[in-house]
């Protein structure tokens, strides 16, 4: 492990340049003709290309203030980052197609996140850590359950599991990032700073995106008590991915927190083999 984090000496980032669903078409309920799971897929598919862009700018302000090492793997993440963008802009205009404004959707992430461009570098930064924690704790929960993307059609489940196996992979790269950016401070100060931010943060994404939930329930027609019921049932009980993750994100707030405190690797092999059946998976060099 290198002085400043826990990430193990011997993780590889490797960026796979696959592309999905070129050849065929997701239906509108794609995943299993849910529109409730379909359309918390789809609001959050909506925040990825404004957030992974805006994940890589805070991250790449401080690439030149790190070691070898951590400059080399900030090169993997922006790579694997801007991948995802491409494929989740793809994905998110299929969704279209079939009448949903994911641009609007989209927007409305771009909005939220311009404010965020308006505060201090190590602010910005400090919400990629906490946001890269959320998608690194989806990503494990998504791997970890099959139940995750059950019905859902083989382009459209690889495809969120690749992005899920990168997620996991950098999931400590804007961290150790932080920890190098603010190493003038003292620990109090940093750990009150990842907090605060980790509960700005929170409330971002919820409500970025339950209103895209919204949006999606207003096109479907069914912005009722009822399928907002089914949501939190969808959420919280079966497959149940907040409540699969509630432990984890809880741990963010502990003094001496890492992401890699936690190394599923493991998980990500695994998925990683059941991923290389199917497509060629080209590293990125």
């Known amino acids: 492990m290198t002085s400043y984090s826990q990430t193990p000496d011997d993780l590889t980032i490797h960026p796979r340049d696959l592309a999905f669903s070129r050849e065929t078409h997701h239906g509108r309920w794609w995943l299993g003709g849910d529109p409730v799971g379909t359309a918390f897929y789809n609001a959050l598919s909506a925040t990825f290309p404004h957030g992974e862009r805006f994940f890589m700018d805070s991250v790449k302000r401080y690439r ?50 311009d404010y965020a461009r308006t505060r201090r570098g190590i602010d910005q930064l400090g919400a990629t850590v906490a946001l890269e924690h959320f998608t690194a704790i989806l990503a494990h929960a998504l791997l970890a359950d099959p139940r995750h993307m059950e019905g859902a059609p083989a382009e459209a489940k690889a495809m969120w599991r690749w992005h899920a196996i990168e997620e996991i992979e950098h999931k400590a790269v804007a961290y150790d990032t932080f920890i ?104 990125v060099a």
Do not use: C
């Open 64 to 113: 030149d203030i790190g070691s070898p090492t951590l400059q080399a793997q900030i090169t993997a993440f922006v790579t694997q980052e801007a991948m995802h963008t491409r494929e989740h802009l793809f994905f998110n205009k299929q969704a279209a197609d079939h009448g949903y404004d994911m641009a609007a959707m989209e927007a409305r992430t771009k909005t939220r996140l």
């Open 180 to 283: 190098t950016a603010t190493r003038s401070m003292s620990g109090l100060r940093r750990w009150l700073l990842r907090s605060s931010v980790m509960v700005l943060a929170t409330g971002l994404l919820m409500s970025t995106v339950g209103s895209n939930i919204a949006d999606s329930f207003k096109t479907d027609g069914i912005n009722r008590p009822a399928s907002w019921l089914r949501l939190m049932k969808f959420m919280l009980v079966r497959p149940g991915m907040l409540r699969q993750v509630f432990g984890s994100y809880l741990a963010y707030f502990r003094p001496g927190f890492h992401p890699w405190s936690h190394d599923d690797r493991g998980l990500v092999t695994k998925a990683e083999q059941e991923l290389s059946r199917h497509y060629e998976v080209g590293v």
